[in-house]
């Protein structure tokens, strides 16, 4: 039975399958480090700056109560629907 | 009061007593009786004084909604009598009222306040002068409020467990749409979650009629596996999750689908005086009759606009309730009206109801018809009745804030006089009532259809199985409709086939009795004043006059209030709208959404001999920890004389292995751990990628591809976080253990230790064989141990890492192979001390999320040199060209004043400038040490800083070093 997605918060884990988001901490969006040393603009723009997008944004999940594992999920922030969740560089 | 006899639907059980007791007297009840009807059966008619008036109230809709019956349960305010089961033996008390229900002092505010109680009284009057603002505060925080919380009441009086419940289909309200829906589709194969606020599900079945109906769908409801939950209000509906409340039990039902079918609320009648004791709404008064064999009244006067009220009139009558006479407020009669006059009871078209009579209680009313405008006109052309009961229906109103809050829209539909649904979200449908759909013959096929057309969402091979069956259903619904209006599909329409006199049409209240809310004592003056002060949209009035805000949460006053906002700005009900609806519902106790601590308390395995050896235990974040054994100082300075053992397995521990482990921790931590040989520790610092410390810690090298990393108590599971986000990102030849729980840990300190440490191993402790800064692998006490020789307390020391298992073993062999040496155990605060004395700082304790190491005074830890990036360096490389404008240091002050912990620091001009961290009384030294952050320019030995704390001054002189042992002489000894 599984034929419409419905705007809901739950996560699947891609160890444990799908769980409860309370179960999960959120690790923010995901923003790249820079490779080389950065400027002070860019470091603060890495530290303290977020999209923040209102649509399909990628970012990092912990499984705190379950496996203990990051991974990474594609999520709309206006409706809460997961699209996609990977291992980084699964996505 | 006698009961009625034996009624067909009746709930109680008359041969089961049981007594309880209401303000200290002795209730006599049947079981399955509520408090509510207990009480009223043993001759009660006031149940509450009202929130701001202290009006009496009596029994209103006996169902749940309305305030007029809370009460406190054991101690337990907010509990509704009308609900509330009656239990053998419960003690039961009036709120609001002093000393007495039927004695209230501050009914005074009644009689003689209410012109000058007005909507923003409080706001307005209290304002001036300011001073006398905490006299004002204090008498309105006893006056406000209903109820008092038991102080003594412990914390973990609730024991409420959470419950996740992820299903197919939530169906939300258990009356006969609710049970069809939830029937069909559990029929199906799908898995089916029913929450129904009611005793049992049934919905208006139960006390119309139906109650044999409704028993047979249960239970074909639970035969096809429908998780039926009773007692059980949903409190919202947040993004898909519905936390449904179930005595002590909140599910958090996750379902893909949701069928709403809440029903309706049965509106009250706005007219003068219409809060007496005796004034109920229709449902109320055939609830009392047909479930618990009571009769509300002697003689009634009913006044409705819609059909329920004639049908109530019918029901009361065969009750033994002498109809007086019944006022139809619709101008043409319906059908149910013949019936009626078949019966000798008198109806009067086009009248109303226009005021209630009586002091306790009703005992007179006053009809008028519609057309006469005004209340003179009305007293003139009406007529006055006596009676003890005035039974009101002002129709019903769809109960549709959950739905809302899944996102349906609600649009006022002229025909019926109402706020119907218009639009619904994706996976949420609408049944029964809630859609406009509650009429007996319209109610089962609507229920059905929506059960059915979930199922089909769910799989779309369910949708051919019952496509005709929902092309049938859907022709029945459609034919017994009239055609819906463009666009607005599913329309909804009252199930009444005359339309309800429209909210202009009945005579306007203008009295300053007339109630609009129940819960807050809002009159229709006060609607009227708020519109004319400005606030003259539904959110603006509600806010300032708090209309909708009560315990009832809109469920008596929604449609009354927009009715007369509407009255008042000359806008059509639509323009008016509706407030928002927001979470909770249904009124839930805050214990209830906390649920019960569910992070377990974590003690170390050695937690058992701290308790025998007299230890003070307190909480230190997770943990149960040994704070002294009753006399921390004399333990600080048992570790300088002889020796002191103290649990330290409250550390973080990790397992850091693979080829990469060490480029791994290099690009961690702000120091090199790839260089340290096997068998060596160091000192680390974490800090994030904006130079902020995040924890610190030894690590030490077990051989090549192993280190063992401690990290501080409360910071284990962060730093396991930390390490495996970077793990994942990186991707490096790494494997992370967490081993906090599985090893346990002591700190065998003080200068005699290494003589009582030699009695229990086999390892050399020889000072050049087991150097400072040595890890070593051996056996003490004859189990398998990692030895770390560090010096966190400041003198020659072992902190000695085993499995936890063996804790107490370990721990009674030491304390056993010192008792020579005169050992003593230490606890937490003892350790401070002592840290305190080394300047060894505590990461969350001396530093905040803004410190960074080298404001910290850990540059020593920093090697910005070291070529390989790691987190934080490129911040902490700028942070080292721009020092920060103060720095953390030791202090000293002679003995004495111990300031607190977050005591300011003043600098020169007496501004503040920073603020103590840590101070402690030293016995060892003889004075007062601390550290505290101060302006850069005071940091250095030497320079005198002012501590302020709480009116306190003092002078305190600045110490960069340790206090104790600066050269750390001791440490390597």
Redesign the interface.
Known sequence: ????R?????LECPFCG?R?VADF?F?GEITP??RA??S?RE?SE???FRRNVAGVQRE?W?H?SGC????QAERDTRT?EIRRVG???EL | MARLPPQPAERIEREREISFTFDGRVVRAFEGDTIGSALFAAGRRTFSRSFKYHRRRGLLCCSGSCPNCLVAVDGAPGARACTEPARDGISVKHLNATPSLELDVMSLTDAVGGPFTPPGFYYRTFMRPRRLWPLYEWVLRHAAGLGRLERSRSERAWRTEYR?R?A?VLVVGGGHAGLAAAIAAAEL??DVVLADEGREPGGRLLWEGGHELARALAERARAAGVEVLRSAPALAHF???VPVWQGDTLH?V?A??HVYATGAIEQPLVFERNDLPGVMLSGGARRLAALYALRPGERAVIATTCDRGLAAALALQEAGVEIAAVADARGAPSAAVAELEARGIETLQGWTVTAAHGRRAVTRATLAPLASAGARAAEASGRTLECDLIVVSGGDAPASALVAQAGARAAYDGASGQFVLAEL???VFAAGELAGDGAPERVAASGELAGLEAAA????SLADVSRERMSLLREQLASAHEPAPAGAAPAARAHDELPAPAHDELPAPNGARAFVCYCEDVTAKDIGRGVREGYDSIELCKRFTTVTMGPCQGRMCQRSSVGLIARETGQELDAVGTPTARPPWAAVPLGVLAGRPIEPAKRSSIHGRHRELGARVQWAGDWRRAYDYGDPEGEALAVHASAGLIDVSTLGKLLVRGPDAGEFLDRLYTNRISTLKPGRVRYGVLT???GRIIDDGTIGRLDEATFYVTTTSSGAGAV??WF??WL??W?LGVHLS?VTQALAAVNLAGPRSRAILSRLTDLDCAPEAFTYLDARQGRVAGVGALLLRIGFVGELGYEIHFPAAYGEHVWDAILAAGEPEEIRPFGLEPQRILRLQKQHILVGQDTDSESTPLGAALGWAVKLDKDEDFIGK??LA?TAEHPAPSALVGFTLPDGFVPTEGAVVLDGSGAVAGQVTSARRSRQLGCVIGMAWVPAALAGDGASVTIADNGTRVSASVVTEPFHDPAGELLRS
Not at chain 1, 1 to 4: A, R
Not at chain 2, 457 to 460: G, H, I, S, V, W
């Open positions: 039975m599984s034929s419409i419905v705007v809901s918060f739950v799908v409860e901490a690790g480090r820079p040393t950065p002070l470091l890495y530290n303290y990092w912990y705190r203990r594992s990051w991974f809460n291992l980084p560089g | 996740r992820h197919d194969g799908a993004d898909g999750l958090q996750r893909r689908l979200p994706r996976g969402a769910l799989d779309a994030s990628d904006a396991e976080q495996s986000w994942a990102d991707g967490d490129w911040a700028h």
